[in-house]
């Protein structure tokens, strides 16, 4: 058996990564497995993580959530209670891997939000890889030069915990970063000694996350189109200033959820004659009539929160799409990726090797 741990920043697109190759592993006959020792919660409410769901479907695995996935945390998870269970983590880690692998050729293992995630506990990628026995293929997202910075830092990480690295993968890479990431970035992670077995573009099919995201992270009420929670949003306009300063913005951000006031009655009626996924009202304030009519008829959800703007802003920072088993044409360009773009034979040699 053999393990693979993917290993990326949260939106970098380590999941469908490792989606796209697990389908295409099993076309080619071998046993797929998926593992994720450390999940995470983006709100309160208890419930399987949304990569765990994805995978366990797909792949048809027989195991429950808490075995595929069997630590959960969030950006607080520092408590009295959690220092108090540390101390057996990494056995109950370890255990649930164990019958994860049990069967299988490859077990496919999914990094944290951030390789970072966990450090102080020994729960980042890095200790969590060399506890596994997994080989590392980290899937990088390099928005600008800063963000290659920290990967190549990642890159060295794994060297200096002697954790084999099967190659790298972009992912995720904007259509103004495209040629940029081919003729600089991926000549200078190979002369780091690393293999690139790809680079594939963002698609905002698979990348933009939806409006039902964008309500998981904020909460709040669902005003209008409830049943359109489905659209996907490219862009986030705040609407903090004067109509006619705003309009521009408006008028040439597409699908874009807009987020002010909700006493802004006017910015949000001008949104709503533009491409607009979601209008979220910010503290509280009830929208005029003429706002849910409008949005109704046109199918814009409307969605109003307590917290004030900044603080909504803030929230929506954790953000990321998440692929669900019934979003067939997300699925299929993942699958088309693969082939399209990436070298995966040479995973089917790492295997049989």
């Given at each position: 058996m053999k393990a693979i741990y993917f290993s990326g920043k949260a939106g970098g697109g380590k999941t469908a990564t490792a989606l796209g190759l697990g389908l295409k592993l099993k076309e080619q006959g071998l046993k797929v497995s998926y593992f994720k020792p450390i999940g995470f919660r983006k709100g309160t409410v208890k419930k399987d993580d949304d990569d765990v769901m994805l995978m366990r479907d797909l792949l048809s695995l027989p195991f429950p959530g808490g075995t595929v996935s069997p630590v959960t945390v969030n950006d607080h998870y520092l408590t009295p209670r959690f220092m108090q269970e540390v101390k057996d983590l990494h056995p109950r880690i370890k255990k649930a891997f164990q019958k994860c692998s049990e069967g299988y050729d490859i077990v496919l293992i999914d990094g944290s939000i951030e390789p970072h995630v966990g450090?102080?506990?020994?729960?980042?990628?890095?200790?969590?890889?060399?506890?596994?026995?997994?080989?590392?293929?980290?899937?990088?997202?390099?928005?600008?030069?800063?963000?290659?910075?920290?990967?190549?830092?990642?890159?060295?990480?794994?060297?200096?915990?002697?954790?084999?690295?099967?190659?790298?993968?972009?992912?995720?890479?904007?259509?103004?970063?495209?040629?940029?990431?081919?003729?600089?970035?991926?000549?200078?992670?190979?002369?780091?000694?690393?293999?690139?077995?790809?680079?594939?573009?963002?698609?905002?099919?698979?990348?933009a996350p939806t409006v039902a995201e964008f309500f998981d992270v904020v909460g709040g009420d669902v005003l209008t189109a409830p049943d359109n929670m489905n659209r996907i949003v490219e862009e986030v306009v705040v609407g903090t200033m004067t109509i006619e300063s705003a309009l521009t913005y408006l008028r040439r951000a597409p699908n874009k959820a807009l987020i002010t006031g909700g006493d802004r009655s006017d910015?949000?009626?001008?949104?709503?004659?533009?491409?607009?996924?979601?209008?979220?009202?910010?503290?509280?304030?009830?929208?005029?009539?003429?706002?849910?009519?409008?949005?109704?008829?046109?199918?814009?959800?409307?969605?109003?929160?307590?917290?004030?703007?900044y603080s909504t802003i803030e929230n929506l920072q954790s953000i990321y799409r998440s692929i669900h088993p019934q979003n067939t044409e997300a699925i299929k360009?993942?699958?088309?990726?693969?082939?399209?773009?990436l070298k995966w034979e040479k995973l089917i040699d790492y295997i049989k090797a």
């Open positions: 450090h102080n506990q020994g729960l980042d990628d890095f200790n969590l890889a060399e506890i596994l026995g997994a080989t590392a293929l980290p899937v990088i997202k390099a928005d600008d030069d800063f963000d290659l910075d920290q990967n190549l830092l990642y890159l060295e990480m794994w060297t200096n915990k002697n954790i084999p690295v099967l190659g790298c993968i972009f992912n995720n890479v904007a259509t103004t970063q495209w040629n940029k990431s081919n003729s600089i970035y991926k000549p200078l992670v190979e002369d780091k000694g690393f293999d690139v077995l790809g680079v594939i573009p963002s698609q905002v099919e698979i990348s910015m949000a009626l001008t949104a709503l004659e533009t491409s607009t996924s979601v209008i979220i009202l910010t503290g509280g304030l009830y929208p005029d009539l003429a706002v849910l009519s409008q949005a109704e008829e046109k199918g814009v959800p409307v969605i109003l929160v307590h917290e004030d703007t360009i993942i699958k088309n990726n693969i082939d399209k773009y």
